[in-house]
C-alpha cells in the first residue's frame, strides 16, 4: 500500500511543470499577502476606533497593500447609514527624523459633504502616524 502511494507521489513529482509550481507559488504568495492585509486592516482598525469613539465606530477595514488602497466603513453618530471612505493611493515613509508618516493621494467618501471635507483637509497630505503603531505597521508592511 505505501509503496503505491509513494510511486503515485513520485509520479505526480516528475509531471509537475514550471508553470504548475509558478501556479502553486502564486497562490501561496495572494494567500500570505492576504493574510498580512487582514492583520493589518484589524490593528489599524482598532487604533482608529480609539481616537475616533466620541464621532463613532469603523465597522470594517480593508486594506490592500496590493493596489495600495484602504475602504472603511464607518458608522458616525447621528448618521442612519454607515459612511463609505476610500484612500486609493497612500504611501507609507519616514522623514530624516525617523518619524513615519501615511500619505494620502486620493480619497472618496458616498456622502457628498464629508467627500468634499476629505478632499480638503486630506487628499494629498501626509500625517505622522503614533509611534506606538509603528512597530506592528512596519511588521505587517
Known amino acids: ?83 463609505i471612505l476610500k484612500i486609493l493611493n497612500y504611501k507609507f515613509w519616514k522623514d530624516d527624523d525617523d518619524v513615519h508618516y501615511i500619505e494620502i493621494s486620493e480619497i472618496s467618501a458616498n456622502r457628498y459633504w464629508i467627500d468634499a471635507i476629505a478632499n480638503v483637509l486630506l487628499s494629498g497630505k501626509k500625517f505622522a502616524i503614533p509611534q506606538n503603531l509603528v512597530i506592528p505597521i512596519k511588521i505587517l508592511m
Open 1 to 83: 500500500m505505501f509503496k503505491k502511494f509513494l510511486d503515485r507521489a513520485t509520479s505526480e513529482i516528475k509531471n509537475l511543470t514550471t508553470d504548475k509550481i509558478s501556479h502553486g507559488l502564486d497562490i501561496a504568495t495572494e494567500t500570505i499577502i492576504s493574510g498580512k492585509d487582514t492583520a493589518q486592516s484589524t490593528l489599524i482598525k482598532n487604533g482608529l476606533n480609539i481616537f475616533i469613539k466620541k464621532f463613532g465606530e469603523i465597522r470594517d477595514l480593508k486594506f490592500d497593500t496590493k493596489t495600495k488602497s484602504i475602504i472603511m466603513s464607518i458608522f458616525l453618530k447621528g448618521e442612519t447609514d454607515d459612511v
